[in-house]
Protein backbone atom coordinates (compact mmCIF):
# COMPACT_ATOMS: atom_id res chain seq x y z
CA UNK A 1 0.00 0.00 0.00
CA UNK A 2 1.35 3.35 -0.96
CA UNK A 3 1.61 6.57 1.57
CA UNK A 4 -1.03 8.59 -0.50
CA UNK A 5 -3.58 5.45 0.41
CA UNK A 6 -2.64 4.94 4.37
CA UNK A 7 -2.90 9.47 4.12
CA UNK A 8 -7.14 8.68 2.99
CA UNK A 9 -7.65 5.76 4.87
CA UNK A 10 -6.77 7.39 7.97
CA UNK A 11 -8.24 11.05 6.74
CA UNK A 12 -5.28 12.17 7.79
CA UNK A 13 -3.86 15.75 6.79
CA UNK A 14 -0.78 16.04 4.54
CA UNK A 15 2.09 18.09 6.68
CA UNK A 16 5.28 17.65 4.56
CA UNK A 17 6.19 15.24 1.74
CA UNK A 18 3.89 15.38 -0.76
CA UNK A 19 6.90 13.98 -3.03
CA UNK A 20 7.07 11.18 -1.57
CA UNK A 21 3.52 10.30 -0.93
CA UNK A 22 4.18 6.90 -3.72
CA UNK A 23 6.38 5.15 -1.30
CA UNK A 24 5.56 1.75 -0.47
CA UNK A 25 4.33 0.98 3.18
CA UNK A 26 5.28 -2.78 4.26
CA UNK A 27 4.93 -2.55 7.58
CA UNK A 28 3.59 -0.04 10.76
CA UNK A 29 4.02 0.10 14.21
CA UNK A 30 1.85 2.22 16.45
CA UNK A 31 4.02 3.32 19.42
CA UNK A 32 5.08 6.21 21.99
CA UNK A 33 8.09 4.69 23.85
CA UNK A 34 10.65 5.51 21.15
CA UNK A 35 13.06 3.06 22.34
CA UNK A 36 10.46 -0.14 21.54
CA UNK A 37 10.45 1.72 17.98
CA UNK A 38 14.35 1.64 17.38
CA UNK A 39 14.08 -1.97 19.19
CA UNK A 40 11.20 -3.75 17.42
CA UNK A 41 10.77 -1.89 13.83
CA UNK A 42 12.38 -2.93 10.21
CA UNK A 43 13.21 -0.57 7.72
CA UNK A 44 10.92 1.16 5.87
CA UNK A 45 7.98 1.12 8.84
CA UNK A 46 5.90 3.55 9.01
CA UNK A 47 4.76 4.85 12.35
CA UNK A 48 1.93 5.67 14.52
CA UNK A 49 2.78 7.85 17.44
CA UNK A 50 1.10 10.90 19.81
CA UNK A 51 4.51 11.95 20.32
CA UNK A 52 5.52 15.09 18.71
CA UNK A 53 8.95 15.92 19.78
CA UNK A 54 12.15 16.19 17.75
CA UNK A 55 13.64 13.11 19.01
CA UNK A 56 10.45 11.85 17.01
CA UNK A 57 12.06 12.43 14.02
CA UNK A 58 15.42 11.68 14.88
CA UNK A 59 14.27 8.23 15.54
CA UNK A 60 12.53 7.83 11.99
CA UNK A 61 15.68 9.09 10.31
CA UNK A 62 18.11 6.90 12.23
CA UNK A 63 15.68 3.60 12.29
CA UNK A 64 14.99 4.32 8.25
CA UNK A 65 11.21 4.85 8.88
CA UNK A 66 9.03 5.30 6.17
CA UNK A 67 7.22 7.65 7.13
CA UNK A 68 4.77 9.55 10.95
CA UNK A 69 1.12 9.51 11.30
CA UNK A 70 0.56 11.80 14.29
CA UNK A 71 -2.69 10.80 15.88
CA UNK A 72 -5.59 12.48 18.01
CA UNK A 73 -4.66 14.83 16.00
CA UNK A 74 -1.58 15.76 17.87
CA UNK A 75 0.23 18.45 15.43
CA UNK A 76 3.69 19.12 15.90
CA UNK A 77 5.42 22.47 15.71
CA UNK A 78 7.29 23.99 12.93
CA UNK A 79 10.39 23.11 13.63
CA UNK A 80 9.68 19.39 14.20
CA UNK A 81 8.20 19.59 10.28
CA UNK A 82 11.15 21.76 9.33
CA UNK A 83 13.57 18.89 10.11
CA UNK A 84 11.52 16.32 8.92
CA UNK A 85 11.44 18.47 5.46
CA UNK A 86 14.90 17.88 5.79
CA UNK A 87 15.35 13.81 6.19
CA UNK A 88 12.92 13.64 3.41
CA UNK A 89 10.06 11.75 5.81
CA UNK A 90 6.80 12.69 5.35
CA UNK A 91 4.34 13.99 8.30
CA UNK A 92 0.52 12.98 8.40
CA UNK A 93 -2.03 13.73 11.30
CA UNK A 94 -5.00 12.14 11.78
CA UNK A 95 -7.86 12.69 13.81
CA UNK A 96 -8.36 8.82 14.80
CA UNK A 97 -7.03 7.67 18.09
CA UNK A 98 -3.62 5.23 18.03
CA UNK A 99 -6.16 2.02 18.38
CA UNK A 100 -8.36 3.10 15.51
CA UNK A 101 -5.73 4.17 12.87
CA UNK A 102 -4.22 0.63 14.14
CA UNK A 103 -7.12 -1.11 13.67
CA UNK A 104 -8.24 0.46 10.54
CA UNK A 105 -4.77 -0.12 8.71
CA UNK A 106 -4.82 -3.66 9.62
CA UNK A 107 -8.14 -3.91 7.95
CA UNK A 108 -6.47 -2.94 4.93
CA UNK A 109 -3.97 -5.87 5.42
CA UNK A 110 -0.98 -4.14 6.91
CA UNK A 111 0.86 -6.01 9.11
CA UNK A 112 2.73 -5.21 12.45
CA UNK A 113 6.87 -5.49 12.57
CA UNK A 114 6.16 -8.94 13.91
CA UNK B 1 41.51 -3.78 17.31
CA UNK B 2 43.67 -4.05 14.26
CA UNK B 3 41.69 -3.63 11.19
CA UNK B 4 43.91 -4.75 8.32
CA UNK B 5 42.96 -2.12 6.24
CA UNK B 6 44.73 1.26 6.77
CA UNK B 7 41.69 3.70 5.56
CA UNK B 8 39.97 4.95 8.33
CA UNK B 9 37.49 7.87 8.58
CA UNK B 10 37.66 9.12 12.41
CA UNK B 11 34.87 11.80 13.47
CA UNK B 12 34.49 12.91 17.13
CA UNK B 13 31.92 14.66 18.42
CA UNK B 14 31.21 16.56 22.23
CA UNK B 15 28.11 15.63 23.68
CA UNK B 16 26.26 17.85 26.51
CA UNK B 17 24.36 16.13 29.41
CA UNK B 18 20.42 17.18 29.26
CA UNK B 19 21.03 19.24 25.74
CA UNK B 20 18.06 17.22 23.93
CA UNK B 21 17.84 20.01 20.60
CA UNK B 22 21.11 18.74 19.93
CA UNK B 23 20.32 14.71 21.07
CA UNK B 24 20.62 12.09 18.21
CA UNK B 25 23.03 15.05 16.07
CA UNK B 26 25.82 13.09 16.30
CA UNK B 27 24.68 9.68 15.30
CA UNK B 28 22.83 11.34 12.08
CA UNK B 29 26.19 12.55 10.95
CA UNK B 30 27.85 9.01 11.41
CA UNK B 31 25.08 8.10 9.69
CA UNK B 32 25.50 10.34 6.50
CA UNK B 33 29.20 9.59 6.10
CA UNK B 34 28.52 5.74 6.43
CA UNK B 35 25.78 6.45 3.60
CA UNK B 36 28.02 8.55 1.07
CA UNK B 37 30.85 5.82 1.59
CA UNK B 38 28.30 3.62 0.21
CA UNK B 39 27.79 0.78 3.58
CA UNK B 40 25.04 -1.67 2.84
CA UNK B 41 21.74 0.25 4.31
CA UNK B 42 21.22 -2.49 6.61
CA UNK B 43 24.42 -2.42 8.56
CA UNK B 44 24.34 1.59 8.67
CA UNK B 45 20.74 1.15 10.67
CA UNK B 46 22.32 -1.16 12.98
CA UNK B 47 25.35 1.68 13.61
CA UNK B 48 22.38 4.79 13.77
CA UNK B 49 20.42 2.86 16.20
CA UNK B 50 23.16 1.57 18.59
CA UNK B 51 24.81 5.05 18.07
CA UNK B 52 21.49 6.73 19.37
CA UNK B 53 20.52 4.83 22.04
CA UNK B 54 24.53 5.13 23.22
CA UNK B 55 24.56 9.09 22.73
CA UNK B 56 20.47 9.51 24.10
CA UNK B 57 22.09 7.66 27.27
CA UNK B 58 24.90 10.75 27.57
CA UNK B 59 22.33 13.33 26.83
CA UNK B 60 19.81 11.98 29.73
CA UNK B 61 21.98 10.48 32.62
CA UNK B 62 25.38 12.50 32.19
CA UNK B 63 27.26 15.64 32.34
CA UNK B 64 28.93 15.73 29.48
CA UNK B 65 30.79 13.15 26.91
CA UNK B 66 33.12 12.62 24.12
CA UNK B 67 31.86 10.06 20.97
CA UNK B 68 34.15 8.83 18.62
CA UNK B 69 33.16 7.13 15.29
CA UNK B 70 36.20 5.11 13.39
CA UNK B 71 34.66 4.46 10.19
CA UNK B 72 37.20 0.94 8.64
CA UNK B 73 36.69 -0.21 5.44
CA UNK B 74 35.33 -3.18 6.84
CA UNK B 75 34.16 -2.49 10.09
CA UNK B 76 32.49 0.66 12.64
CA UNK B 77 34.04 1.29 15.96
CA UNK B 78 31.79 3.80 18.15
CA UNK B 79 33.09 4.40 21.80
CA UNK B 80 31.30 6.97 23.74
CA UNK B 81 32.89 8.73 27.09
CA UNK B 82 31.16 10.17 29.65
CA UNK B 83 31.26 11.62 33.14
CA UNK B 84 28.66 11.47 35.22
CA UNK B 85 26.69 8.90 37.76
CA UNK B 86 28.01 6.00 36.27
CA UNK B 87 26.39 2.12 36.82
CA UNK B 88 26.60 0.80 39.76
CA UNK B 89 25.28 -2.68 38.75
CA UNK B 90 25.90 -3.29 35.09
CA UNK B 91 24.28 -6.95 35.03
CA UNK B 92 20.76 -5.26 36.43
CA UNK B 93 20.93 -2.62 33.65
CA UNK B 94 20.93 -4.78 31.30
CA UNK B 95 18.20 -6.60 32.05
CA UNK B 96 15.47 -5.55 29.17
CA UNK B 97 12.93 -3.30 31.13
CA UNK B 98 15.24 -2.05 34.02
CA UNK B 99 15.43 2.24 33.40
CA UNK B 100 16.39 4.40 36.12
CA UNK B 101 15.46 7.67 33.51
CA UNK B 102 13.33 9.91 35.24
CA UNK B 103 9.32 10.57 34.39
CA UNK B 104 10.32 13.59 31.73
CA UNK B 105 12.31 11.32 30.15
CA UNK B 106 9.62 8.54 29.75
CA UNK B 107 7.43 11.59 28.45
CA UNK B 108 9.37 12.03 25.79
CA UNK B 109 9.44 8.21 24.48
CA UNK B 110 12.62 7.02 26.01
CA UNK B 111 13.70 5.83 29.15
CA UNK B 112 11.75 2.25 28.54
CA UNK B 113 14.78 0.02 29.40
CA UNK B 114 15.37 -1.11 26.10
CA UNK B 115 18.67 0.83 25.09
CA UNK B 116 21.63 -0.86 26.39
CA UNK B 117 19.66 -4.21 25.51
CA UNK B 118 19.07 -2.70 21.81
CA UNK B 119 22.68 -1.78 21.33
CA UNK B 120 23.84 -4.85 22.26
CA UNK B 121 21.30 -6.84 19.69
CA UNK B 122 22.38 -4.29 16.99
CA UNK B 123 26.27 -4.60 17.50
CA UNK B 124 28.84 -7.39 16.77
CA UNK B 125 30.58 -6.65 19.66
CA UNK B 126 29.67 -4.59 23.04
CA UNK B 127 31.95 -3.62 25.43
CA UNK B 128 30.92 -0.95 28.98
CA UNK B 129 32.73 -0.06 32.07
CA UNK B 130 31.49 2.40 34.47
CA UNK B 131 32.79 3.76 38.03
CA UNK B 132 30.11 4.91 39.82
CA UNK B 133 30.60 9.14 40.54
CA UNK B 134 33.28 8.96 37.42
CA UNK B 135 31.32 7.41 34.60
CA UNK B 136 30.78 5.36 32.08
CA UNK B 137 32.52 3.83 28.60
CA UNK B 138 30.85 1.83 26.19
CA UNK B 139 32.78 1.00 22.96
CA UNK B 140 30.19 -0.84 19.85
CA UNK B 141 31.97 -2.10 16.69
CA UNK B 142 29.68 -3.00 13.64
CA UNK B 143 30.82 -5.43 11.06
CA UNK B 144 30.37 -3.89 7.29
CA UNK B 145 29.74 -7.84 5.90
CA UNK B 146 28.17 -10.00 8.66
CA UNK B 147 30.11 -12.90 7.87
CA UNK B 148 32.96 -11.15 8.69
CA UNK B 149 33.97 -11.66 12.62
CA UNK B 150 36.24 -9.21 13.88
CA UNK B 151 39.28 -9.58 15.60
CA UNK B 152 39.67 -13.05 14.21
Do not use: W
Amino acid sequence: MKLEEVGRILEADLLCGEDLLLREVVTVCGSDLLSDVLAFTIQETLLLTALINMQVIRTADLSDLIGIVFVNGKRPGTDLIAMAQQKRIPLFVTRLPMYEACGRLYQYGLKGCI
Amino acid sequence: MESLNTQVIVLNFELKGSDFEAAGEASSKIKLVLQQIGIRSDVIRRIAISAYEAEMNVIIHAYRGKMKAEIFSDHTKITLKDEGPGISDIKLAMQEGYSTAPDYIREMGFGAGMGLPNMVRCTDKFDIESSVGIGTTISMTVCHNPLTIVGQ
